[in-house]
């Protein structure tokens, strides 16, 4: 209830006047620039206001009388982005392979465009971290069939293996079992020798007529160690890195009937700098020669 305005015998402070059950209400106001300060910010919220975009009317919006956009300020700097990173792209492109990894920030960008380009289209067969699958070769290995050089991985990437570019790389191994050139039991006798080559020869087998077998038939383009011939891409055997896996009867189905994989010739996809970016990436693997 109002009482009259008396002085607090406490702090020395007028009341207001106002009272509640034996409570005395102080006259301390805002202290003057403070409301200073809040009228100003109530001012320039009227002024943001009505300057910048804020009321939504329906599929629309009050766009302000500066007429700004957020949206337009998003895209300016994304093509802005996208300005530099051509510019990037074009000396990928033109530069050689040893200038690119000279130079920090470019090789920086080259890895980052490979790697995203990678897992777009390279990650469903050769793993996330190129890994490889069954049928798919590793890539983070140092067991290459064409060569793991910067310019072996460019050819494969732009050319692809079988995919019927006119610069494809091509290898075809015979059916050695369905054509008939070896016998169901000298194919047996060749993946007992093969399975000394992987490490995993069983003890106790002679393996000396299949190792005849094999000099005459497969080291033409395994080598006579089984140390592979990239010229024609016929991987090592000497490894611990197979395309299909290493059990014998893997071996024994390749000799028989192999499989032929095919990769795409990706330079109709991509563009030479995206092909150089993506191979240095894949040489960054670790498996890069």
């Not at 509640?20 to 002024?47: C, F, H, M, Q, S």
């Not at 492109?93 to 390279?122: S, W």
């Not at 290898?171 to 039991?185: E, I, R, T, W, Y």
């Not at 393996?207 to 160690?225: M, P, R, S, V, W």
Request: overall charge negative.
């Amino acid at each position: 209830m109002p009482t009259k305005i008396e002085k607090d015998v406490i702090t020395g402070t007028d009341t207001t006047g106002h009272e509640w059950d034996g409570i005395r209400e102080l006259n301390t106001p805002l202290p003057k620039w403070w409301v200073y300060v809040y009228l100003a910010t109530v001012v320039w919220g009227l002024g943001m206001f009505v300057l910048y975009p804020s009321i939504p009317l329906g599929t629309t919006y009050f766009h302000g009388l500066l007429g700004y956009s957020s949206r337009a300020d998003a895209m300016a700097g994304v093509e802005e982005m996208r300005a530099m990173h051509g510019k990037q792209m074009q000396q990928i492109g033109a530069l050689p392979f040893a200038e690119i990894q000279k130079n920090h920030d470019l090789l920086e960008v080259a890895l980052t465009a490979g790697r995203i380009t990678f897992a777009e289209n390279c990650q469903p067969c050769h793993g996330p971290n190129g890994e490889g699958r069954i049928g798919y070769p590793a890539l983070d290995t140092d067991v290459w069939r064409w060569g793991g050089t910067l310019a072996a991985i460019q050819q494969t990437i732009t050319h692809g293996i079988r995919s019927g570019d006119p610069e494809t790389r091509t290898s075809q191994m015979p059916s050695f079992g369905a054509d008939g050139v070896l016998k169901p039991d000298q194919i047996q006798q060749v993946a007992d020798y093969v399975m000394t080559l992987y490490g995993k020869a069983k003890p106790g087998v002679d393996t000396a007529a299949g190792q005849k077998i094999f000099a005459e038939n497969c080291a033409a383009c395994h080598g006579d160690k089984g140390q592979g011939n990239r010229d024609v891409g016929a991987p090592p055997l000497a490894s611990r890195v197979h395309l299909y896996g290493d059990a014998r009867e893997t071996v024994v189905a390749q000799v028989t009937k192999p499989r032929h994989g095919v990769m795409p010739n990706w330079n109709q996809r991509l563009t030479p700098a995206t092909i150089k970016a993506v191979a240095l990436y894949v040489h960054s693997l670790g498996g890069g020669e």
